[in-house]
C-alpha cells in the first residue's frame, strides 16, 4: 500500500523553548521525518527561540544530537540531515523581556504561514502572545500552538484562554493534545462514520460498557515536582482520557469540519454526569526490590497524590444513558498499553446448550502499542463432539494489514504539526471544550480533598489498586487484561 503525502505551502515555524526536551525529544524528530517524507517543502524555516547563548551553528548541532539520540528507526542519511539542518536558525529571546524580539521578527517573512509553537511552561504563554502582537508579528496566516497543561483547574483555564483570546483569534489557536494526531485514534472515527456496520449499534441498546485504560511501566523520576502537584487525574483523566471517550461517544457531526466535530464533542462533556465518591478508585505505586515508590520519586512521604486513578462514568444522553464508561490510568502498571474496548451486550437468548457458554463481541482499538484494530466474534471451537463456542478476533494490525510502509505509524507530532500549517484544527481542542472539562473535573477532585482521601497502595508490575478490580466486579463486570 502506498501512502500519500501531500506537501505543505512554506512557512516560517518558530519553536519557543527550542533548546528544551519536548523539542529535542519530539517536536524535531517530527520536523525531520517529514522533512524526509518530502512533505516539508523548500523555503520553509524552523527557527528555535530560548534563553541560551547560542547560534545557528550551535542549534544544528544540538538538533543533530536530539535526531541522533530520540529519532527512532535506522541512523538518519547524512545527506538528509544535512538539508534539514540548513532550514534551521536560531535567536536568542526573553520571553519577559525586550531582548531578542526585534530580531526574531526580522526573520518572518511575507506571503508565509507563521507558526509559533509555545513549548514552554504556560505561565509564559501570555507574555509570549503579547510580544508577538508588540512586534508585529502576527497577521490573519499566524498559528500558536499550545502544550497542555491547559490550567490545573476551571479558574486557571479560564485566565489562560482570556489571555490568548486578547492577542489571537479562536481560529487562531491550536491546543495540542498529542493522543488525537494517533493513527488509531483518527481511525477510530473511520470505523464509526465510514462503515455502516457498527453505526446502528453504537449505543445503550446493544453497548453493555466501554473501557478506556492507558497504563504507563515508567514513574515519575525525573518530573516528580510537578507530578505530585498534578496527578493522574489533570496529567491524563481531564485531557487524553477525556478526548477518548468524547470521540467513542460523541453523535455523527454533520461532516468532517473543525468545528462540527468540536460542537459534538463537546456535547459529551456537558452531558458528563458528577461521579459519586463510590465510583472512584486513587493508587499511589509501592517500590519493589529494584524501583523506587511513588511517595519517594516525589521526595514527600506525605503525599496524597494519586499516580493511579479508575473510575466509573455516565453519559446522561438518549445514546448512551444506562452505559457505563470505566476509565483506568496509571503508572508502574503490569504493561505499557493503551485500549479502548467497546464491549457488546450479550445475546438475548441462546440457541445452544448451557454448557456452550455465554460470549460477548469486544471492538478493541490498541492506541500504543502495536496500533491496530481487533474484533472478538464468537464461533464454533473446531472437532467433533457438540457445539463449543470459543472466542477469537478479527486482527488488523496496522503492520500486517497495510505493508511494510505501516510498520512505522507516523508519529502523532508529525501529523498534528502538519495539520497546523495546514490551518486545520479538527484534532486541536477549543477553549470552551477545555473549560467544559476542567467544570467536570474539579468537583471530583475537591470531593477527595476536602473528604482527605488517601490513595490504595499497588504494586509495581501489576494491574492497579484491588478496590480497582471491585469497582468492575461489584458489577459483575470485569477488566480487561493490561498487555503490551
Avoid at 536558525?89 to 519577559?96: L, N, R
Avoid at 508588540?134 to 485566565?159: C, H, Q, W, Y
Wanted: charged letters at 25%; one cysteine or more; hydrophobic letters at 40%.
Amino acid at each position: 500500500m502506498v501512502s500519500r503525502v501531500i506537501p505543505v505551502d512554506p512557512f516560517d515555524l518558530v519553536i519557543f523553548g527550542g533548546t528544551g526536551d519536548l523539542a529535542r525529544r519530539k517536536i524535531l524528530p517530527a520536523l525531520f521525518r517529514r522533512y524526509c517524507a518530502g512533505q516539508m517543502p523548500e523555503g520553509s524555516q524552523i527557527i528555535g527561540a530560548a534563553r541560551s547563548d547560542m547560534d545557528d551553528k550551535g542549534f544544528q548541532k544540538l538538533v543533530k544530537e536530539a535526531l541522533e539520540e530520540f529519532n527512532p528507526g535506522p541512523k538518519p542519511d547524512a545527506d538528509q540531515v544535512k538539508g534539514f539542518l540548513g532550514a534551521l536558525h536560531y535567536v536568542k529571546v526573553d520571553a519577559m523581556g525586550t531582548d531578542g524580539w526585534r530580531k526574531l521578527a526580522s526573520k518572518m517573512r511575507d506571503g508565509m504561514v507563521r507558526a509559533f509553537y509555545f513549548s514552554v511552561a504556560p505561565s509564559l504563554f501570555g507574555a509570549l502572545a503579547e510580544r508577538l502582537h508588540s512586534n508585529g508579528m502576527v497577521d490573519p496566516e499566524t498559528r500558536i500552538v499550545v502544550e497542555k497543561p491547559f490550567g490545573r483547574d476551571l479558574e486557571t483555564a479560564k485566565a489562560l484562554n482570556t489571555s490568548l483570546a486578547a492577542h489571537f483569534d479562536e481560529s487562531q489557536i491550536y491546543r495540542i493534545d498529542h493522543y488525537l494526531g494517533k493513527e488509531t485514534v483518527q481511525n477510530l472515527m473511520a470505523i464509526r462514520f465510514g462503515n455502516m456496520l457498527f453505526e446502528p449499534l453504537w449505543n445503550a441498546q446493544y453497548v453493555d460498557h466501554i473501557q478506556i485504560t492507558v497504563a504507563e511501566t515508567v514513574g515519575v523520576q525525573g518530573r516528580g515536582e510537578y507530578y505530585d502537584r498534578s496527578g493522574a487525574m489533570r496529567d491524563m483523566v481531564q485531557n487524553h482520557l477525556m478526548q477518548l471517550l468524547c470521540l467513542i461517544a460523541m453523535e455523527p457531526p454533520a461532516k468532517f469540519d473543525p468545528d462540527a466535530v468540536r460542537d459534538e464533542k463537546l456535547k459529551v462533556i456537558r452531558a458528563l454526569d458528577p461521579v459519586e465518591p463510590g465510583d472512584i478508585v486513587r493508587g499511589q505505586y509501592q517500590s519493589n526490590d529494584t524501583q523506587t515508590s511513588y511517595l519517594d520519586d516525589v521526595k514527600d512521604p506525605a503525599s496524597k497524590t494519586e499516580s493511579f486513578v479508575a473510575m466509573k462514568v455516565h453519559v446522561s444522553n438518549w445514546r448512551w444513558a444506562g452505559t457505563p464508561f470505566y476509565l483506568r490510568t496509571g503508572k508502574r502498571m503490569k504493561a505499557r498499553s493503551s485500549e479502548i474496548a467497546v464491549v457488546f451486550k450479550e445475546t438475548p437468548h441462546s440457541i445452544f446448550e448451557e454448557d456452550a457458554g455465554r460470549h460477548r463481541n469486544t471492538l478493541s482499538i490498541r492506541l500504543q502499542p502495536n496500533e491496530g484494530i481487533d474484533l472478538d466474534v464468537t464461533i464454533k471451537e473446531p472437532g467433533p463432539g457438540g457445539m463449543r463456542l470459543i472466542d477469537v478476533p478479527l486482527d488488523m494490525t496496522f503492520s500486517e494489514a497495510l505493508g511494510p510502509e505501516a510498520e512505522v505509524v507516523t508519529d502523532a507530532y508529525e501529523r498534528l504539526i502538519m495539520d497546523v500549517i495546514r490551518g486545520n484544527q479538527t484534532l486541536f481542542m477549543r477553549g470552551d471544550e477545555v473549560e467544559a472539562a476542567w467544570a467536570w473535573t474539579d468537583p471530583i477532585i475537591n470531593g477527595w480533598e476536602a473528604r482527605g482521601d488517601r490513595p490504595e497502595q499497588y504494586d509495581t508490575g501489576s494491574a492497579g489498586p484491588e478496590d480497582s478490580l471491585a469497582l468492575m466486579h461489584r458489577d459483575s463486570r470485569r477488566w480487561r487484561e493490561i498487555r503490551s
